[in-house]
């Protein structure tokens, strides 16, 4: 992976200029990194001209609120959805693939927070859907939630490559969405938001997630489970890490020849895949889940940290790969 050429994922967004701002880390802006002169590449409102006139603060900080537990629904033992009444304007921004937003129980301390893909946002109920797997301590104190969970969002990094998924970018486009684990609840996100004006397939790993959850958000146009939920051309079962079904999906690829393929799954079967579709389809463009680990989004801790082959610390929480 290159980690050499990015984009800041808040750049010119209703939350730039940011806090890197404040200590002269800005990701894009020369100026606010304490340089005398600009020599950036951002192409949009000027970020340094954004914080001077907003007296050097940062531009909407993301703030914790309650979001109440509308509904909850159980598809395994461990692995549940729950419903979140946030608001109309909080649902608006929640709607495109790559979001995600970071979730504690009432109760409990910041340790416990962590980041949790949108799964679908219901604009006009003002709510978002949220699917939490349960591994230890902090996804099972999720669970035993029932009433509220406090929430700080909307983040944008969820997906690296978001150009090859951005409803602004395609039309007509036929587009492969691979999910495996809880890889889905952003896949779900991503296909419904392409799923009108693109031909979009589904193919699904179903270890550790349940295809109740599947039928409950998507189905597949002309089926007769079509109407229960958005519909996308072609939903697939498939277990990634049988050769005979990897081999079905290598047929499918060089015969559907997807414009953009998104793999949304652990980092194994995001390489795995990741190769496949640079095989077969050279020219598809590529998007796959941000697996880091991420603790405050915001580019200041740390946790999500990698070191570059320039010798450049790039904190994968704001970093959009380019
Ligand atoms: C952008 C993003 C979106 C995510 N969306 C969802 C989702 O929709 N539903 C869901 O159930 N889970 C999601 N996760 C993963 C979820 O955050 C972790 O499973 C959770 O933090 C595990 O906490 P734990 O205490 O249960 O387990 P732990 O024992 O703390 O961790 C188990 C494993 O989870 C991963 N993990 C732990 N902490 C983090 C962290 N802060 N950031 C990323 N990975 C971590 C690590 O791989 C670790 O090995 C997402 C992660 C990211 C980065
Ligand atoms: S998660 Fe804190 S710097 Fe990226």
């Given at each position: 992976m290159n980690y050499s050429t990015y984009d800041c994922i808040d750049a010119g967004t209703e939350n730039?200029?940011?806090?890197?701002?404040?200590?002269?880390?800005?990701?894009?802006?020369?100026?606010?990194?304490?340089?005398?002169?600009?020599?950036?590449n951002w192409k949009g409102v000027c970020i340094y001209n954004e914080f001077m006139q907003g007296n050097g603060r940062v531009n909407n900080p993301r703030k914790e609120f309650t979001a109440g537990i509308v509904r909850r629904k159980f598809y395994l033992d461990d692995l549940a959805v729950f419903v979140l009444?946030?608001?109309?304007?909080?649902?608006?921004?929640?709607?495109?693939?790559?979001?995600?937003?970071?979730?504690?129980?009432?109760?409990?301390?910041?340790?416990?927070?962590?980041p949790i893909s949108v799964m679908h946002a219901d604009v006009e109920r003002g709510q978002i859907h949220v699917a939490v797997k349960v591994i230890s301590t902090k996804t099972k104190t999720l669970l035993e939630e029932n009433e509220a969970f406090v929430l700080r969002g909307v983040y944008r990094n969820g997906i690296?490559?978001?150009?090859?998924?951005?409803?602004?970018?395609?039309?007509?486009?036929?587009?492969?969405?691979?999910?495996?684990?809880?890889?889905?609840?952003?896949?779900?996100?991503?296909?419904?938001?392409?799923?009108?004006?693109?031909?979009?397939?589904?193919?699904?790993?179903?270890?550790?997630?349940?295809?109740?959850?599947?039928s409950?958000?998507?189905?597949?146009s002309?089926?007769?489970?079509?109407?229960?939920?958005?519909?996308?051309?072609?939903?697939?079962?498939?277990?990634?890490?049988?050769?005979?079904?990897?081999?079905?999906?290598?047929?499918?690829?060089a015969e559907e020849k997807y414009d953009s393929v998104a793999v949304l799954a652990s980092d194994y079967y995001v390489e795995q895949i990741g190769k496949l579709t640079e095989r077969i389809l050279p020219e598809a463009k590529r998007a796959f889940s941000n697996n880091f680990r991420i603790c405050c989004g915001e580019g200041v801790c740390g946790a999500c940290s990698v070191v570059n082959a320039g010798g450049e610390t790039?904190?994968?929480?704001?970093c959009q790969l380019k």
């Amino acid at each position: 992976m290159n980690y050499s050429t990015y984009d800041c994922i808040d750049a010119g967004t209703e939350n730039c200029p940011c806090y890197l701002a404040l200590t002269g880390d800005c990701l894009t802006c020369s100026r606010l990194q304490g340089k005398d002169s600009c020599d950036c590449n951002w192409k949009g409102v000027c970020i340094y001209n954004e914080f001077m006139q907003g007296n050097g603060r940062v531009n909407n900080p993301r703030k914790e609120f309650t979001a109440g537990i509308v509904r909850r629904k159980f598809y395994l033992d461990d692995l549940a959805v729950f419903v979140l009444d946030v608001g109309k304007g909080f649902a608006i921004k929640a709607g495109s693939p790559g979001s995600y937003v970071f979730m504690r129980g009432r109760k409990d301390t910041r340790f416990y927070d962590i980041p949790i893909s949108v799964m679908h946002a219901d604009v006009e109920r003002g709510q978002i859907h949220v699917a939490v797997k349960v591994i230890s301590t902090k996804t099972k104190t999720l669970l035993e939630e029932n009433e509220a969970f406090v929430l700080r969002g909307v983040y944008r990094n969820g997906i690296q490559g978001l150009e090859a998924v951005r409803p602004r970018n395609l039309k007509n486009a036929s587009v492969l969405l691979v999910a495996k684990g809880i890889g889905l609840a952003p896949a779900i996100l991503t296909a419904e938001s392409l799923g009108n004006r693109n031909r979009v397939d589904l193919v699904v790993d179903t270890e550790k997630i349940s295809t109740e959850l599947v039928s409950d958000y998507l189905s597949e146009s002309g089926s007769e489970t079509a109407g229960s939920g958005v519909e996308i051309h072609r939903i697939r079962y498939m277990s990634l890490g049988s050769e005979e079904d990897r081999q079905t999906l290598e047929r499918v690829m060089a015969e559907e020849k997807y414009d953009s393929v998104a793999v949304l799954a652990s980092d194994y079967y995001v390489e795995q895949i990741g190769k496949l579709t640079e095989r077969i389809l050279p020219e598809a463009k590529r998007a796959f889940s941000n697996n880091f680990r991420i603790c405050c989004g915001e580019g200041v801790c740390g946790a999500c940290s990698v070191v570059n082959a320039g010798g450049e610390t790039i904190k994968m929480c704001k970093c959009q790969l380019k």
